[in-house]
């Protein structure tokens, strides 16, 4: 089933299509993140926060299982774009796994102040909150390194002329 709704895109797999959701949903989930102090802790926004955490981790689980994917159909590397591709999986895989430790507390957080009038700042939010820039971070350099796979390795690119 997944070659014939393959066959209906040009891309080679659905990893550089299913990457955009985390890339797009982590960095609106930081920015609620500081919405959410800016604005005296309204337990509304905390609560879509720590939604856009949960989808951003999802997310990035199927994009990076669409990557592991992607990566064994990936034969006749040269070292250096081997080398590449393990280096953007490792970073993909530390940032995922941060997103959703980030994910899994903020859920925890919310479903415990569930009933409070403002959400309070103690210092896991704020250290959730250090860990979240680290985490967008983390997904900027891997996110750099899929892009140097492609236009700089040739990974995952079909020879036009010969198509």
Known sequence: MLESILSLTSLP???PALVHFPIALVPVALALEVVLRLTGGRPDL??????????????????????????EMMLGLSPVAEAALEEHSDLGHWAFWL???IAA???AL????RRQPRIT???LRWGLLVAAVLALGLMAVAADHGGALVYQHAVGVSDAAGS
């Open 13 to 15: 797999n659905f990893h």
């Open 110 to 113: 919310t479903w415990r102040e």
């Open 105 to 107: 507390l903020r859920l």
């Open 46 to 71: 905390d609560r879509v926060a720590a939604g856009l955490w949960a989808a951003g981790a999802v997310s990035g689980w199927i994009a990076l299982e669409a990557g592991e994917k992607a990566e």
């Open 99 to 101: 997103v959703a430790l």
């Open 121 to 123: 700042f103690g210092p």
